[in-house]
């Protein structure tokens, strides 16, 4: 199922970026939130993380030329540092009743770069919107 839905989401996260011109975090990002769309912490935990490295790297833009290919991967990169903090700093927090983990590792970076191109709202409203379809089609194919 994993799988379908990460297929699903290439097709529609490239279908709205040439018809909308608004990308979804990456292609493969809406997919993969698509399949955890059941456990709403975890959504917000990872695009908490996403929020923090865009604030992140509008800030080193400020004392360095960040763009492209750079700026792509100081978010991959913080992206693999802050799920890993967040798991540190989480690690005891057994006693919640879901899961708090974020959805993989660079997941959070996508999202975060198409966030420095467009801006946080388009992007939110995009990936999101494009994770509620794939699910809904997801449950309707497996019905």
Do not use: C
């Amino acid at each position: 199922m994993l799988q379908e839905s990460i297929g699903l989401s290439v097709i529609l996260g490239f279908l709205s970026s040439e018809f909308l011109g608004i990308s979804a975090g990456g292609l493969v990002s809406p997919g993969y939130l698509a399949f955890f769309l059941e456990q709403p912490l975890r959504l917000l935990s990872t695009l908490v993380v996403a929020i923090t490295i865009f604030l992140l790297i509008r800030l080193f833009q400020r004392f360095m030329i960040i763009f492209g290919r750079r700026r792509f991967m100081a978010a991959v990169l913080l992206s693999l540092v802050g799920t890993w903090l967040f798991e540190q700093a989480f690690f005891y927090a057994d006693s919640l009743s879901q899961d708090i983990r974020i959805i993989g590792y660079i997941i959070p970076g996508l999202i975060a770069n198409d966030m420095l191109k467009q801006g946080v709202i388009k992007t939110l409203a995009m990936v999101l919107l494009v994770a509620i379809i794939i699910r809904i089609f997801m449950m309707v194919v497996h019905f």
